[in-house]
């Protein structure tokens, strides 16, 4: 930031920056040399205003929007449906890895099915002071169906007449030896339908600690959504029948390492999230509330991987069980382009996204164990790493294809390649074209 120097000059120049109009932004930035011209031509003409007004909406201080790559995984066939899958994902390698297990997985007859256990989104009401815990217990054992239906009644009425809405509501006595005290709290299990619901469940969370305190005069703690939403979960459950047996039991010896090693078993379950994530972010979902819940699922009796992987001497069956919150309305799922995404999923519910988001996960991380347990990963990831070789070149188009034929004699003659033979063959490339000397 060239020209603002001073503390006191930064906030006076930011003060109200959020009441301006996403020009008069974007201005300011270049008035105090923060970006140039060309920056701000990034800015304004290179995306369609389409997604900047959408951005305008859904963020304070909107200065444009921030293009990921977004592709669609084929050959997956899910619930026995053909499926197209859209993906937000900057990683090379992720779409064609699941666009390959799909396919895999089909020629050799397998077969992915997916189902859900139970229901919504949980929230969290917390007491800290334990000389109120048995009158709020007292309290809570005589009213809690009551509380449950002024919740719905007064906080969630249109959620209760969509056939959602609260219906659980239990208490834990928490003793931790990384607490010094006690803790009360209030699980709330609520069915928000087609939403994700974490404002929701948030709203009624806080409803319930002003009846608390109103009834009883006890001042409650935090009331905020659990991101470990474990009230409702999804599997998906692939069997793949009369399988190699060499291959089905390296596949199950590579999970086993997960299961045995935390360090492989949070680089499975991220591979598993390149995945999931990518789709939540194509369709409008909260991929942060996803990333939260697997790993806190995960990490419920001790991080393990998420997905396990059996052979019995005929078929490989893999599983992936774990909470998956997902939107097919509210949030940002109105974003435009996030509805064009949802066309070509063919979305029509909530739940059928959980179950795409699960079926992905599990190719995702078949993919990744098919590669690791014969080729090794870099063979596949450089071969796509050329393009992002070439990007970071000033090569022109004509150039960008002859040196992708030279990049690729390179990875078959050294097996890897890095940013100086991209920059080094181009080099050649001009020499042999009399361009530079
Ligand atoms: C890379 O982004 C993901 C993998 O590391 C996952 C795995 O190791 O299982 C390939």
């Known amino acids: 930031m060239a020209k603002i120097t001073k503390i006191e000059n930064f906030f006076k120049i930011f003060g109200g920056y959020y009441k301006l109009s996403r020009s008069k932004r974007i201005s300011i930035l270049q008035d105090y040399g923060v970006i140039n ?5 990034m800015l304004t003409q290179d995306i369609s205003e389409v997604f900047c007004s959408d951005a305008d909406f ?5 200065i444009g929007c921030f293009p990921l790559p977004l592709g669609i995984a084929t050959n997956c066939v899910i619930n026995e449906i053909p499926t197209l899958i859209p993906m937000a994902t900057e990683e090379t390698s992720v779409i064609a890895a699941l666009s390959g297990a799909g396919k895999w997985v089909n020629e050799h007859k397998g077969k992915i099915q997916t189902s859900q256990q139970g229901k919504g989104i949980r929230g969290q009401l917390y007491f800290r002071e334990k000389s109120n815990f048995s009158a709020i217990i007292t309290y809570f054992n005589l009213n809690k169906d009551a509380l449950i239906s002024d919740l719905n009644n007064r906080v969630v009425p249109s959620m209760k007449k969509r056939g959602g809405g609260v219906f659980s509501l239990e208490y834990r006595r928490i003793q931790d030896s990384s607490v010094a005290d006690e803790i009360l709290v209030l699980d709330i299990c609520m069915d ?5 619901g974490a404002n929701l469940i948030c709203q009624v969370s806080e409803a319930l600690k002003s009846i608390i305190s109103k009834d009883l005069g006890v001042a409650g703690d935090i009331a905020i959504v659990s991101n470990l939403s474990d009230c409702q979960t999804t599997t998906a459950s692939l069997v793949i029948p009369s399988i190699d047996s060499d291959f089905a039991e390296k596949i199950v010896a590579a ?22 994530d990518a789709v939540a972010l194509a369709t ?3 991929w942060r509330a996803i990333e939260a819940s697997l790993h806190g699922y995960a990490a419920k009796g001790g991080y393990t991987p998420l997905t396990s992987w059996e052979f019995d001497g005929e078929s490989l069956v893999g599983q992936l069980t774990a909470p998956f919150p997902a939107a097919s309305l509210g ?3 109105t974003q435009k382009m996030v509805k064009v995404c949802h ?7 909530a739940q059928q996204l959980s179950g795409i988001f699960a ?7 078949f993919a990744a164990l098919k590669a690791l347990t014969t080729k090794g990963i870099v063979a596949g990831h450089m071969r796509l790493h050329i393009n992002n070789l070439i990007l970071a070149t000033d090569a022109t188009s004509s150039e960008s294809k002859r040196l992708k034929i030279l990049l690729e004699e390179r990875l078959c003659l050294l097996g890897k390649l890095t940013l100086t033979d991209s920059l080094e063959l181009l080099h050649s490339l001009r020499l042999s074209e009399g361009q530079v000397r």
Do not use: F, P, W
């Open 255 to 276: 999970n086993n390492v997960a299961r045995a090693d935390i360090y492989r078993a949070v680089t499975h379950n991220k591979g598993i999230l390149n995945g999931v």
């Open 284 to 286: 409008g979902n909260d």
């Open 37 to 41: 011209a060309d920056d701000c031509a």
């Open 359 to 365: 079926a992905v996960g599990l190719l995702q991380n």
């Open 331 to 333: 949030g940002a799922t």
């Open 192 to 196: 928000c339908c087609e939403a994700m």
């Open 343 to 349: 066309k070509i999923l063919n979305l029509r519910s």
């Open 58 to 62: 859904l963020v304070e201080n909107s």
